[in-house]
């Protein structure tokens, strides 16, 4: 079945400095979503990607999604503490299925 | 407007008896879904309701189940349960049908299975 991993698992980072996941799916996606759980919290949606190429830029958040369509990726320059937290891609492939990677946990040095 | 709700907060439950968990979705959205996060790992989906019906499930056994009620609220229902069951369990609801529209996640049941 499709599965969608995502890379790394843990990433700890000095305050200021830049953090970036990736996301990398078996099959081509028709549309890929970013969330971003806190801990102890639910997953926030935080955008949807939905063009081959697209970028969108949320303040200090880059999102991008593959010309492939088949891997996407989230970028924060300088980070700040408020970052924290663990960030899920979500792929969804046809019309309804929406598949979640592992998560990226990012940890941030103050 | 309320976001999505679930109760109980926290469940626990002895291994071999039965947990139920449930969901009111957003006023006005109709699609359902139900996701198991064990501690550490990533969201699993376990099914998915719109409008009353079953429409997908996830790769566990029959032994987790639910249901959709006419006023699209849900109950996620686990039989027999497992010591590897305990994890949270997420319901998010959707507004309409196609996968591409954002799903807004409830705050959770915690389950230990005792």
């Known amino acids: 079945g499709q599965q969608v991993m995502q890379i790394p698992q843990y990433q700890h980072v000095q305050e200021g400095e830049d953090f970036t996941t990736y996301c990398n799916s078996s099959?081509?996606?028709?549309?890929i979503q970013w969330y971003k759980q806190r801990h102890g919290g639910h997953p926030v949606f935080l955008i949807q990607l939905v063009k081959s190429g697209e970028v969108k830029k949320q303040k200090r958040l880059t999102f991008q999604f593959g010309e492939a369509k088949k891997n996407s990726s989230l970028h924060i320059t300088a980070t700040q503490t408020t970052d924290v937290g663990t960030y899920f891609c979500?792929?969804?492939?046809?019309?309804?299925?929406?598949?979640f990677g592992q998560g990226t946990r990012l940890t941030i040095n103050p | 407007e309320a976001g999505v709700t679930q109760s109980p907060t926290h469940l626990i439950k002895p291994r071999g008896q039965q947990a139920t968990l449930r969901c009111s979705p957003i006023?006005?959205?109709?699609?359902v879904y139900w996701y198991q996060q064990a501690l550490g790992l990533g969201l699993q989906f376990l099914l998915w309701?719109?409008?009353?019906?079953?429409?997908n499930r996830g790769n566990f056994p029959p032994r987790f189940s639910g249901r959709q009620f006419p006023n699209y609220s849900s109950e996620l229902n686990v039989n027999a349960l497992e010591l590897e069951d305990s994890a949270l369990y997420l319901c998010a609801s959707r507004l309409g049908q196609g996968a591409a529209y954002e799903q807004y996640f409830g705050p959770g049941t915690r389950l230990t299975v005792t």
């Open positions: 006023s006005g959205h109709t699609s």
């Open positions: 979500a792929g969804i492939q046809g019309a309804q299925k929406l598949v």
């Open positions: 099959t081509t996606l028709s549309n």
């Open positions: 309701y719109d409008e009353g019906e079953e429409r």
